[in-house]
């Protein structure tokens, strides 16, 4: 059974810090690409990846709204990928989902395989 499974959001206010998690089991870790969205309250799923990372050759990717403050990591080992938020913003209140694409590198949704339920991030100002 694929499962992805989110962890780590929670509360904080603006300036602060969150590491969320997001554990694979039930396929292939190294054949994927593992991507965080997320969705705003009142809002859709945004359609491009906050931030993703290939399995396959290590490459990473970062939306310009996190650029510098959002760090992406992968330890295969653990079939877990992280996302550490640092300087957070209240506009990066959110649903955080991990998903995962089978292939080098994607940064949209709709080409995302297998889906996660989502861990809740809210940045008090």
């Known amino acids: 059974e694929v499962q992805l499974v989110e962890s780590g959001g929670g509360l904080v206010q603006a300036g602060g810090s969150l590491r969320l998690s997001c554990a694979a089991s039930g396929f292939n870790f190294n054949d994927f690409t593992i991507g965080w969205f997320r969705q705003a309250p009142g809002k859709e799923r945004e359609g491009s990846g906050v931030?993703?990372?290939?399995?396959?050759?290590?490459?990473?990717y970062y939306g310009d709204s996190v650029k510098g403050r959002f760090t992406i990591s992968s330890d295969p080992a653990k079939n877990t990928v992280y996302l550490q938020m640092n300087s957070l913003k209240p506009e990066d209140t959110a649903l955080y989902y991990c998903a995962a694409y089978y292939g080098v590198m994607s940064t949209t949704a709709g080409n995302f395989l297998y889906w996660g339920q989502g861990t809740q991030v809210t940045v008090s100002s």
């Open positions: 931030s993703c990372i290939s399995n396959v050759d290590g490459r990473t």
